[in-house]
């Protein structure tokens, strides 16, 4: 079987999960393309050796500018914090390479831009890692809309709640405004926005009622290295520093298919540990999905006879009508977290390999759409007015 090395930029939380994802691909899956897990690179103070030897990298470096330009490589994964996202991206991309990246594409708009146009000129295939797409039941969700069961989308309700980022929780990249872009907004509603995307086939063509808020204004320093983690990082004094990013960000929108929808992202929404929800009710029907039951996908089929309308709770775990999963385990043996990455890295093979994913997978372009939304209801907060998404380019 034709073979494929993949460099890894990166060895924090996703680099675990894209480590995870590389090696178990072909054990469960039978791409076109045999995933090679050549080299990774990471700081040196994070110890790439022992991040090598523990995933299975055949290799390790501490120096991504010789890795994504090796010819060796056949595709870059990208795993850093969101402001070096662009420099390996570009920088693999005139190298030739396939190039796949962690969401959000960037951290600000202009970055993402200069990607897309890098692997437009270059004609390279390029893949963003939102992963949610790859849930089984977000999966069927999709094909319920394509199908017509849930009739016309009227509303839109998606929500990305998280509650781990309390006051003892220290100044992490995820908190500063030139290595992330934002906080909350680029982290979890880029998600959602995409989810929402993907599901309803829509596009987002206006956002307004914005608010952003910072309610922790400043956190203690911090030093060290990614542990693998969201919170990682030794506190490494009593000094604070600023918070220059959002909490949290909720906005309103309308869809070029007429729906209107709700946007929240939250990363102290005490009680919910990771409620990633999408809600759609149509005119013939109704979905809800939340990743805290990922297995799950709830149905309303407004068609049926009144008497016997009600939500069903579908476990989208049987291989064959369902997606990936006949791949794992029996009928019924749940999946998690990780298996959403697999799934992805499957169907980057696929692509790779001259086939159809699965399901379609963005590539930088695609992100960028999602990135434009992001960018209108950031302006929308700031400035309070409505933003028209064909204003932001
Ligand atoms: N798809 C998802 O569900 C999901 C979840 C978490 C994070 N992410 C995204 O993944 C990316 C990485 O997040 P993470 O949680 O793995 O972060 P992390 O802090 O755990 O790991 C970041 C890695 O990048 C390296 N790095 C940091 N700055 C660097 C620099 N200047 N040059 C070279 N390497 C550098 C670090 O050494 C570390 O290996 C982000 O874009 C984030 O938004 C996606």
């Not at 295939?125 to 849930?150: D, S």
């Not at 309390?166 to 995820?174: A, G």
């Not at 989810?195 to 596009?203: K, L, S």
């Not at 989208?316 to 385990?329: I, K, L, R, S």
Request: aromatic residues 10%.
């Amino acid at each position: 079987m034709a073979t494929l090395n993949v460099a890894l930029v990166g060895q924090g939380f996703m680099g675990r999960t894209h480590s995870n994802a590389w090696g178990q691909v072909n054990r469960f899956f039978k791409p076109p393309l045999q995933a090679v897990m050549h080299t990774v690179f990471g700081q040196a103070e994070e110890n790439p050796k022992l991040f090598a030897d523990n995933w299975g990298w055949k290799n390790h470096t501490t120096d991504w500018e010789s890795l994504v330009r090796s010819p060796e490589i056949g595709l870059v994964d990208i795993v850093t914090p969101n402001y070096m996202h662009a420099p390996p991206a570009k920088a693999a991309i005139a190298a030739g390479k396939a190039c796949a990246c962690e969401k959000p594409i960037a951290g600000s708009l202009s970055d993402a831009r200069e990607m897309v146009e890098a692997a437009r000129k270059a004609n390279v295939k390029t893949f963003v890692w939102f992963n949610y797409r790859r849930c089984p039941a977000v999966g069927l969700a999709h094909r319920l809309v394509k199908e017509g069961r849930l009739g016309d989308i009227r509303h839109v309700r998606a929500a990305y709640l998280q509650d781990w980022a309390d006051d003892s929780v220290p100044l992490l990249w995820r908190f500063d405004k030139s290595l992330a872009g934002s906080g909350a907004h680029g982290d979890l509603n880029a998600h959602i926005i995409d989810m929402a995307r993907f599901v309803t086939g829509q596009e987002i063509a206006e956002v307004s009622g914005a608010i952003s808020e910072t309610f922790i204004k400043e956190r203690t320093k911090t030093s060290g290295v990614s542990s693998g983690g969201i919170v990682s990082g030794q506190a490494g004094s009593a000094s604070k520093g600023p918070v220059t990013v959002d909490d949290a960000v909720l906005f309103l929108a309308r869809f070029s298919g007429g729906a209107v929808g709700s946007f929240e992202a939250a990363r102290q929404a005490t009680g919910n540990q990771n409620r990633n929800t999408l809600e759609l009710n149509g005119t013939k029907g109704a979905i809800k999905f939340d990743f805290e039951r990922m297995n799950e996908l709830q149905f309303y089929d407004a068609t049926l006879p009144r008497a016997v309308q009600g939500w069903t709770t579908i476990m989208c775990t049987h291989g064959g009508d369902h997606p990936y999963v006949g791949n794992w385990w029996p009928d019924a043996h749940l999946i998690g977290y990780e298996h959403g990455f697999v799934n992805q890295a499957y169907d980057i093979l696929r692509v790779l390999g001259g086939q159809e994913p699965t399901f379609p997978i963005p590539d930088f372009n695609d992100a960028y759409q999602t990135q434009r939304v992001l960018e209108a209801a950031m302006i929308a907060a700031t400035e309070g007015h409505s933003v028209k998404l064909d204003q932001v380019k």
